[in-house]
């Protein structure tokens, strides 16, 4: 952990100054469709139940590993909790899509970079709801986009079972991050890979017990 926390910050002074350059997403091989579809949600992580995986995170060559919990505190809240394999918490907070209370955080930890990257992940992870302003359709997938300001959501529903696979987000049309599920129920994702498009980070969650 120690050793990750100091190349982290390293890396974190170029990661601040540097300029990504990183093409414009597009879709591809994707006809428009019609669709009354006025808003898409994702529900994986709507119930009140306690959602709990196994966490490894791999920023740059640094690999962390962890037991990671989310609850839903109300309909626009969820409260996060990371601790370490042996049961030492890491970093406590409560987020919502605007506004984010750190409850705890390691003082190791307890560094700018590392705050607003987990923000603004599990911002992203967590949001439900997305009003619809276009949608297309693959072979496998029904896609709905929906804009907010400046970002993008590209949401994949799976045309088989209806659940949703992935969402692609997007900042000033340019991919930032791939979220990649694997689910059996719309409430429960049994796996999420979180990709940056940007920085060598990556963030796996594996079930470890089951929200009713």
């Known amino acids: ?5 100091r190349q982290n910050l390293l890396y974190s002074s170029l990661i601040l100054v540097s300029v990504i350059s990183c093409k414009s997403y597009k879709l591809a091989d994707v006809k428009p469709v019609a669709t009354t579809e006025k808003m898409v949600e994702n ?3 709507s119930s009140n139940g306690d959602y709990v995986y196994k966490c490894q995170m791999d920023i740059y060559k640094n690999h962390v590993s962890g037991i ?3 609850k839903k505190l109300n309909e626009t809240t969820h409260r996060v909790a990371l601790t370490s394999d042996f049961g030492n918490k890491l970093i406590d907070f409560e987020i919502a899509d605007h506004d984010f209370k750190l409850n705890y955080v390691l003082p190791d930890l307890d560094k700018k970079i590392v705050i607003n990257f987990l923000k603004n992940d599990f911002q992203q992870l967590l949001k439900r709801q997305y009003p619809v ?6 072979e496998n997938a029904r896609i709905y ?7 993008g959501y590209y949401l994949f529903f799976n045309k088989e079972n209806g659940l949703l696979k992935q969402i692609i987000y997007t900042r000033n049309n340019r991919e930032k991050i791939d ?4 689910a059996k129920k719309p409430i429960f994702a049994d796996s999420l890979n979180l990709q940056h498009k940007d920085f060598k980070i990556t963030i796996k969650l594996f079930q470890i017990t089951e929200t009713e």
């Open 133 to 138: 302003q276009e949608s297309f359709e693959n």
């Open 179 to 182: 979220f990649t599920f694997d």
């Open 68 to 70: 990671l919990i989310i």
């Open 1 to 5: 952990m120690l050793r990750f926390l």
């Open 43 to 45: 529900l994986y992580f």
């Open 145 to 151: 986009l929906s804009t907010i300001d400046n970002k």
